[in-house]
């Protein structure tokens, strides 16, 4: 399929169950663009989830974001409990805009649900010159360091850093130490997962997918990326006055919808923060950059453009299951 | 040893070395602090280290940090080759101005030799209940991922968050696996390392700290850790308009001094950021934070507070051979 065809396909599905217009096409160009780039997690095979939580009535089908612009370096979107990617959208002028005037900058989205890769966010910024982190919680999955259940989330974050005449310098992970989508694979095709991934309902160390989803996910990184995972949780949820993932679950009332909370996304500026050095900190950049190739070390994004470069080209393969069951979903 | 007379040791020792009164002040609280807390790593067994950097001709040993309010939420701290330290300190009036006028703002402090432990200077922040986010390069000793050789920095990045009534959550990390100064440790004392922590000059995996310490060190968490550790390198470093490790390393001439480099600060007060929802916010947080204990996992400050509470009532044993080293510099 082409791009536009995917775009197209994944519009309808969510336009016929409900969705606005203006929602739908946010929706669907995140899931072009994952397409685009080979990052399935956030892809056509998410669409089925997506109705499931646009026809729950607990996620609104029209909320028109409101931004405020509260402060010279804070602008703040009300999401309405709507998509979060329309909200990012009608902020990111104010955001670019006092990020160009003060340097850094923030967005508050309040009250989303959260179905969006974070690196598309982080690029709409790099392709404006501006260097961009993003952050959002999700729900309680993961245990923290030393624990035995679900309190974080699987916690993305994702910056992003302008580079003038090549793609950006970009990485999204998640602070869990594997996707939960990729454990969901692990369980329905039976293989295991190797030991630090997952905690059984017992609270203790295993090796099995399934277990692994009915007890705790374990971060990346051990303590360092459990204390990560709960910047994450503070910065993105009370700093901003909205949900941790324990919250958001509890929101959820088991209902396993997209988590509901809010999202942190800043941006800076290098020609306002480096002053008089710009040009120096730019070469001084660049070298770092050499420095990777230099030794045969990939940068995070680079199979992402690669993808991008021949998805452009080609299209994509959709598997033919995954395409019947999205047309059975458009009617 | 008292907290006072550790202050005392450590100032003496400083300035004997030729140290301006406030800048040996600003070094040996954070030497003191460091034992108070049981943070060997800062405390007072680096101070032969100052004593080299400050005798290299490279420190400036009197610059006093010029302050240049640049924007409405970004401030500039000149520290004209003198340590961090004190930079901080002249900074963070108009850092916690700008951060409760604005909900989020920077300090950039530059050229500056780093000796100083990031979390007492995330505690001065939360202390105001501001949270806070402060990173800096280092030197180019820890490999990518993927990569064969020194290119990124140790890059501590620290957090915190403030707690009302209570100690704030803290964290301060460094980004590659094992902190330089334990890896110089089990070199010493010919213990060997396990695999993850460093590359031979090989640049293959190596279970000898002593050739970890002659190739490179890794960082945390595999590519998530090497994607952060990266993304400190350009924020701290060519966002501000400073160094990264490899161009700090680049100017120290192999002279093995401090890293001279840049250090980010960012602050953000929760009563503006939370907008009308502080206390919704409080609230979520603190059911954070209460999970953690509910579930028996600790928070990364906790043994740090421990600590503390003791040395202030007990004070801190210092071991003889270093007393007597340190006796030794102040003559």
Known sequence: MSLDEIFALAYRVLSGAGLSRAHAEAVAHTIMVSERDACASHGLHRLPGCVMTIRSGKLSLDAEPKVEDVTPSLVRVDAGYGYSRLAFDRGTPSLVEKARRCGIAAMAINDCFHFSALWPEVEALTDLGLAALAMTPSH??????????????????????????????????????????????????????????????????????????????????????????????????????????????????????????????MAFDPAVMAGGRVDQGTA????????????????????????????????????????????????
């Open 140 to 265: 309680a999955w993961v245990a923290p360091a030393g624990g035995t259940r679900g309190l974080l989330g699987t916690n993305p974050i994702a910056f992003g850093w302008p580079r003038s005449g090549r793609h950006p310098y970009v990485f999204d992970f998640a602070t869990s130490a594997m996707a939960r989508s990729e454990l969901a694979r692990r369980k329905s095709e039976g293989t295991p997962i190797v030991e630090g991934i997952g905690l059984g309902p017992d609270g203790t160390p295993t090796t099995d997918a399934s277990a692994a989803l009915d007890g705790a996910m374990l971060t990346f990184g051990g303590h360092k990326g459990s204390a990560l995972s709960t910047m994450i949780e503070l910065m993105a949820g009370p700093l901003i006055g909205d949900r941790t993932s324990l919250a958001s679950m509890e929101f959820d009332e088991d209902l396993k919808l997209a988590p509901c909370h809010g999202e942190l996304v």
């Open 284 to 331: 001084w950049a660049e070298a770092l950059f050499s420095g990777f190739a230099e030794q045969g070390a990939r940068l995070p994004s680079e199979r992402r453009y690669a993808a991008r470069a021949r998805t452009i080209a080609e299209g994509v393969s959709v598997p033919r299951p995954l395409h019947e069951r999205l047309l059975a979903l458009e009617s």
